[in-house]
């Protein structure tokens, strides 16, 4: 059955098109800095937004049209598979990503529930062969559950702990099953509302001692993905315990887990911390912990998280201008953890709404690649810092200064220059180069 029989297959046709469904900036096959565009943004569709998602929000019920809703129970499930397969054949997607609740609704038991999951796996594995698309990566949904309310390896409760487990060790398997190249650990409920009934130590030991439990059963089934945890800074919980890439690596080093994990960042959870997407890949790359990216973008004038399409070319191009600097995303990709606004509620809208990511992104790209080798930023920045390629900086660097080799040339009372940022300037610069490629 055809979920989507009013779209065709969406092509690029470039910027002189008026066509809504065509690219006018994402060329797949078009080649960027010697890598075609695919290869860059290894795209993925999110299976919770895209295909269970209703648009509903705590003000009004669902909103959206869709073709598979008139199933439910695993009827609905196996319409959804369907669903995606299409929906990625048709946009051109090579990947996709879910949770394990996504794809196959909870029985009454564990046991009743794995089963569940065991027949869409099959079918998903089924489809993936015929088609070709793969999973970029897989997770578990610890924290829709009630049995979750107060956090999954986090918990008080030794027995929702061990059902955590659990629910991590089919996780693995399903990915292993399924070829997942990553797998996520996202903390749902892994914080806290009150520093008053909470032991912060036991709780952030359990967690590691969940994420050690899931390295060793992957080694014993020789399931070799990328381990990536996602940072969030609040929501659901008003602290989470990954709040930033920079706590997240923190506690990856405390622990011992950095040779096994890296970072899945997400731009809204970035400016939720109080930074931009661009700075949280800095601090990851910098630190051999950049893995994957979730794409979309916040409203600024709301303090949640919107998961909106990214269509904010400024920052679009910053992104891939690091990403391409960090060397790129290896086996991770750009999810489109993004979902259409509720007004958006017609089937047609996923496309349109995931045509305006792609085309942003690719966008972005081209500038990112402009300034690259224009050598835009690179020469700023290395004019700026040349004082430590020289004398004493470049003592400084090579380790070679001291505290008292430092004061004996302040004391010489050389007189000290600084010179202008020109922030000002580099955004002229930087807008220029994204309105004209």
Known sequence: MAYFGNVGRIEFEGKGSDNPFAFKHYDPQRKVLGKTME???????????????????PFGVGTAI????????MDLAKARVEANFEFLDKIGIPFYCFHD??????????????????????????????????LLWNTANMFTNPRF????????NA?????????????????????????VFWGGREGYETLLNTDMALELDNL???????????????????????????EPS????????ATTISFLQKYGLTDRFKLNLEANHATLAGHTFEHEIRVAAINGMLGSLDANQGDLLLGWDTDEFPTDLYGATLTMFEIVKAGGLGRGGINFDAKVRRGSFEPEDLFLAHIAGMDTYAWGLKAAAKIIEDRVLDGIVDDRYRSFREGIGADIVAGKATLASLEQYALQNHPIRNESGRQERIKLVLNEIIYTV
Not at 66 to 73: I, L, P
Not at 159 to 183: R, S
Not at 208 to 228: K, N, P, S, T, W
């Open 238 to 245: 008003k602290h989470q315990y990954d709040f930033d890439a």
């Open 208 to 234: 590691a001692r969940l994420l050690h439990m899931a390295v060793a059963y992957a080694q014993e089934i020789g399931f070799d993905a990328q381990f990536l945890i996602e940072p969030k800074p609040k």
């Open 39 to 57: 290869e860059h943004f290894r795209f993925a569709v999110a299976y919770w937004h895209t295909f269970t998602g209703t648009g509903s929000d």
């Open 159 to 183: 027995d929702v702990f061990a059902y955590a487990a659990a629910q991590v060790k089919k996780g693995l398997e399903v990915g292993k099953e399924l070829g997942a190249e990553n797998y």
């Open 101 to 134: 609740r996504d794809i196959a609704p909870e029985g009454a038991t564990l046991q009743e529930t794995n089963k569940n999951l065991d027949v869409i796996v099959d079918l998903l594995k089924q489809n993936m062969k015929t088609s070709g698309k793969k």
């Open 149 to 156: 309310v107060h956090g999954a390896g986090t918990a008080p």
């Open 66 to 73: 869709r073709g598979w809703d008139k199933y439910d129970g």
